[in-house]
């Protein structure tokens, strides 16, 4: 069926600008990020690289997050997608609404989905990794543990619920957006390979994350919410299950905080089991039915 509303930019043209307009909307945010930083404190760039992971400076950093997720996601989606159709929040799925069956499929899929990545996580802490592999995934890891520790406070239940508004949803709508709703949906749309689509942009999301521990963790969750934007073409629903996933890690980390545990020793929690990997199975029956369900509805409705 012909896209009535594409304009003349190929689809691969799009993957490739939606990458450059991503790292050229890192630098805008760095640039953004430091002129907020100047006008919050009245200190220079080199003090903003020393309160990274000082709580003193929790606001501004939330901040700065949030301007990165924005001005390096959000908003270079939005462009690019407006540079290859008339309808840019169509293209990138914001128009479907949700059937309450799809929620559930989706809600079900990502729990057993934590179990897989919860098993994967273990495993990498686990691999014979070379000495010097190891030196760099563990300056990896602390270097995110002390740069999420500056984003989160758990004095208070409004301090929680704000850091889960960071660090869950935030990221939820800007990074599903990018990644699902632009690169993903573009490079398929380009070539009409689901799987290299998915593995592709999954490979992608995880990398950009840095960190050499998760890499498995973080790719396993990105095939898994690919493939329920690949299946639904509904953004929100990646959206959602995005927040479900981060924010049952916020708290996750706040019930290990107050049980005792340093903020430190929660960020950098290497236990767990491989009983998650069990869930394999399970998901791919979920995706199954999920399937099945999509092909009834359209039959149904008459597409």
């Not at 942009?201 to 898994?224: D, E, K, T, W």
């Amino acid at each position: 069926m012909t896209d009535l509303y594409k304009k003349d930019i190929s689809y691969t043209a799009g993957f490739f600008m939606l990458i450059a307009f991503g790292v050229g909307g890192m630098f805008l945010a760095g640039a953004i990020g430091g002129v907020a930083w100047n006008l919050m404190t009245g200190k220079g760039l080199a003090e903003l690289n020393l309160a990274i992971g000082n709580p003193a400076y929790l606001r501004e950093m939330q901040v700065l997050q949030t301007l990165q997720a924005v001005f390096g996601f959000l908003l270079p989606t939005i462009v690019t997608a407006s540079m290859l159709s008339r309808k840019p929040l169509s293209l990138v799925g914001f128009d479907q609404k949700a059937a309450g069956w799809q929620i559930l499929f989706a809600i079900a899929i990502i729990l057993c989905g934590l179990g897989i990545s919860s098993g994967l996580g273990y495993l990498s802490y686990q691999l014979p990794l070379p000495a010097s592999v190891k030196l760099r995934f563990d300056q990896w890891e602390n270097a995110y543990a002390e740069q999420a520790a500056g984003l989160v406070n758990f004095k208070t239940i409004p301090d929680l619920l704000l850091s889960i508004v960071v660090l869950g949803l935030i990221p939820a709508v800007c990074e599903e957006t990018f990644f699902r709703g632009g690169l993903q949906n573009f490079m398929y749309r380009g070539n009409r390979n689901l799987w290299l689509s998915v593995v592709v942009v999954s490979l992608i999301f995880s990398v950009i994350h840095l960190s050499g521990y998760g890499f498995l963790s973080r790719l396993a969750l990105g095939i898994i919410l690919g493939l329920i934007y690949q299946l639904s073409g509904n953004i929100w629903l990646n959206i959602l299950v995005h927040f479900i996933n981060n924010a049952l890690a916020v708290i996750v980390m706040y019930a290990q905080v107050q049980s005792g545990k340093s903020m430190a020793e929660a960020m950098t929690d290497k236990s767990g089991s491989y009983l998650g990997l069990i869930a394999i199975p399970l998901v791919v029956l979920l995706f199954m039915q999920m399937q099945k369900k999509i092909q009834q509805t359209k039959v149904a409705d008459g597409i």
